[in-house]
């Protein structure tokens, strides 16, 4: 037998495939034993990424009967960015495209960051937690600081795993989708758990990862989809617009359409989209379009998608119609954050000796 030495991130990353697969398995058989915390910074419209990324995974641990808290993380968007733009545009197109990907508000509480004050003060005795050594090593810190370019690295966006162990513990959340990306935040999250817990007493659980299954979606030029790079296929666009980014789509020379991401990733990335959409294998979909071309194809996805979005699109219509409607939802769910995070800080004070 070979032992092969895996670097310690790809280790970290199996650990966590083989322990997800597991954690499904429990969530079907007691789901009323997880309480699911995931969140998204309000910075624009969500895209077909995120519907077979985390929205659809959402919806799957809704509708199996997990308790779901979605943070809308408003304070997260100024870590690396002077401008806030439309802030309230921002959380409100972000809540109707959840609503109207089958998120429940009478099931899945919404909530954000400044709305919640006492999540936000869990914040100082986390931080004193953590060294700065370990936030400068954190792996997705340092990808977006060197994202960021020249700009110089705010004090919120290396300490923002802190932030996000609050988002987390606030609420006892046990379980936390995520990306692969995400995981050094997630093992952050529970060293300050098991770290409070050690100092102060027995009081947080120390939440764990559900990885993804969803294949990665790349945008439309091949590259990943972001809407930084102008790439993406937005939830909230009309047929017509789909229509013309996929018919801008990078594709290549090759006549007959197959499946194969190595050789040929953008348009295997098409197939992928096309396929995800259709609830078909990538395998069958080029089949199915053969020797017919980067046109057809073409042609095909954009069916497919809008197809797939339609009722997505018309729930969301009919919710736009009705701006009260978001606003309660948000309300209410604020309400009940700010109890859950009432109730844990105040054990929080009463551990440390200061209530
Ligand atoms: N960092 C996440 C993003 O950029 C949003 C987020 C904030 C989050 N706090 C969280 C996700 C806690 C999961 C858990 O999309």
Same mark, same amino acid.
């Given at each position: 037998?070979?032992?092969?030495?895996?670097?310690? $991130? *790809? =280790?970290?990353?199996?650990? !966590?495939?083989?322990? %997800?697969?597991? /954690?499904? +398995?429990?969530?079907?058989?007691?789901?009323?034993?997880?309480?699911?915390?995931?969140?998204?910074?309000?910075?624009?419209?969500?895209?077909?990424?995120?519907?077979?990324?985390?929205?659809?995974?959402?919806?799957?641990?809704?509708?199996?009967?997990?308790?779901?808290?979605?943070?809308?993380?408003?304070?997260?968007?100024?870590?690396?960015?002077?401008?806030?733009?439309?802030?309230?545009?921002?959380?409100?197109?972000?809540?109707?495209?959840?609503?109207?990907?089958?998120?429940?508000?009478?099931?899945?509480?919404?909530?954000?960051?400044?709305?919640?004050?006492?999540?936000?003060?869990?914040?100082?005795?986390?931080?004193?937690?953590?060294?700065?050594?370990?936030?400068?090593?954190?792996?997705?810190?340092? $990808? *977006? =600081?060197?994202?960021?370019? !020249?700009?110089?690295? %705010?004090?919120? /966006?290396? +300490?923002?795993?802190?932030?996000?162990?609050?988002?987390?513990?606030?609420?006892?959340?046990?379980?936390?989708?995520?990306?692969?990306?995400?995981?050094?935040?997630?093992?952050?999250?529970?060293?300050?758990?098991?770290?409070?817990?050690?100092?102060?007493?027995?009081?947080?659980?120390?939440?764990?990862?559900?990885?993804?299954?969803?294949?990665?979606?790349?945008?439309?030029?091949?590259?990943?989809?972001?809407?930084?790079?102008?790439?993406?296929?937005?939830?909230?666009?009309?047929?017509?617009?789909?229509?013309?980014?996929?018919?801008?789509?990078?594709?290549?020379?090759?006549?007959?359409i197959?499946?194969?991401?190595?050789?040929?990733?953008?348009v295997?990335?098409l197939v992928?989209?096309?396929?995800?959409?259709?609830?078909?294998?990538?395998?069958?979909?080029?089949? %199915?379009i053969?020797?017919?071309g980067a046109a057809a194809l073409k042609?095909a996805v954009?069916?497919?998608?809008?197809?797939?979005?339609?009722?997505?699109?018309?729930?969301?219509?009919?919710?736009?119609?009705?701006?009260?409607?978001?606003?309660?939802?948000?309300?209410?769910?604020?309400?009940?954050?700010?109890?859950?995070?009432?109730?844990?800080?105040?054990?929080?004070?009463?551990?440390?000796?200061?209530?």
């Amino acid at each position: 037998m070979t032992t092969l030495a895996l670097d310690p $991130a *790809e =280790a970290s990353f199996q650990r !966590a495939q083989t322990r %997800s697969a597991e /954690l499904d +398995t429990e969530i079907a058989r007691s789901p009323e034993r997880f309480r699911v915390l995931t969140g998204d910074r309000p910075t624009g419209p969500l895209h077909l990424g995120h519907l077979f990324g985390t929205l659809a995974n959402r919806v799957r641990l809704q509708d199996a009967g997990v308790e779901v808290l979605v943070l809308v993380a408003d304070y997260q968007v100024i870590a690396d960015r002077d401008d806030l733009g439309d802030l309230p545009g921002a959380v409100t197109g972000l809540l109707l495209d959840q609503l109207a990907a089958g998120l429940d508000p009478d099931r899945t509480t919404f909530f954000r960051h400044s709305a919640v004050p006492a999540l936000n003060q869990l914040m100082l005795p986390f931080l004193s937690l953590v060294t700065v050594a370990e936030l400068q090593r954190n792996p997705t810190v340092k $990808a *977006e =600081a060197e994202a960021a370019g !020249a700009r110089p690295l %705010s004090g919120l /966006l290396l +300490t923002y795993p802190v932030h996000q162990a609050a988002d987390i513990l606030f609420c006892g959340g046990n379980l936390v989708p995520v990306g692969r990306d995400q995981l050094p935040h997630l093992e952050l999250t529970r060293t300050i758990a098991r770290r409070f817990n050690q100092r102060y007493g027995q009081l947080f659980p120390e939440p764990e990862a559900l990885l993804s299954q969803a294949p990665l979606l790349l945008g439309t030029d091949g590259t990943k989809m972001s809407k930084s790079r102008g790439n993406t296929l937005a939830l909230r666009d009309d047929e017509d617009r789909t229509a013309a980014l996929i018919r801008g789509a990078t594709t290549d020379a090759e006549r007959t359409i197959s499946y194969q991401p190595d050789r040929r990733p953008e348009v295997s990335n098409l197939v992928l989209l096309g396929a995800l959409c259709r609830g078909e294998s990538p395998e069958s979909f080029a089949d %199915s379009i053969g020797g017919r071309g980067a046109a057809a194809l073409k042609a095909a996805v954009t069916e497919a998608v809008n197809e797939h979005l339609r009722p997505l699109r018309r729930r969301r219509a009919e919710l736009t119609a009705d701006p009260g409607a978001v606003r309660e939802v948000l309300a209410l769910g604020n309400a009940r954050a700010n109890e859950l995070a009432e109730a844990t800080l105040d054990r929080v004070r009463v551990a440390m000796q200061m209530s």
